[in-house]
């Protein structure tokens, strides 16, 4: 029987993150299954996502995920702003839309929303009623979370088990972290989750 993957609704942060870093939200291979004889016919192993989660997005959230950097193609030592065109993740299946569904959610979300931003308040509103965790780098969502008994997963921790999952080289950690500083701008903050693998994965790499 395949492995159950726990379900992870994001804020705009965290997914700008994912796809700023250009590895993380791709299918790649699965492993080999264990040598056996060969079937005639038999399914080959397919593509899986890399992240060993169910990641869901509402609409809300898609709306804010807009744009990242990129370098300009006329002047590649210049980054400018380019839309970010989430229908690939989505069709490949490693992003699930979703959104409020009954009254117990929107009702929360309408709690939220006084303090949050409405995609953060949506995701946290789906993350507490279906038991989902979130993914979230806000030092006020991740503290409402805590409150609200949500797991709480920041977006150094998505890379973490990114890498795990899919037995990344620390070339591609740097590689992932140096898209996502340049080009979502993000560094976590010195007191959040991992924040000092980070650094210092950054800052043994070769220069």
Partial sequence: MADVLPDLVTDACCLINLYAAQRILVLVPAPKPARRRKIIGQEQSKSKPGLPFNLHASSKVVQETLYIRKPDEEDESRLVEAL????????????????????????????????????????????????WGLASDDRKARRLAGQLGINVVTTAELVKAWSESTNATDDDVVQVFQNIQTYARFLPHKTMPLHQWWVDTINKAPK
Avoid at 94 to 120: H, K, P, R, S, Y
């Fill in 84 to 131: 970010i065109d989430l229908t690939p993740m989505v069709t490949d299946g490693l992003i699930d839309l979703c959104d409020l569904q009954d009254q117990t959610e929107i009702e929360l979300f309408v709690q939220l929303a006084t303090t949050l931003d409405d995609g953060e308040a949506t995701s946290m509103a789906i993350a507490k009623t279906r038991g």
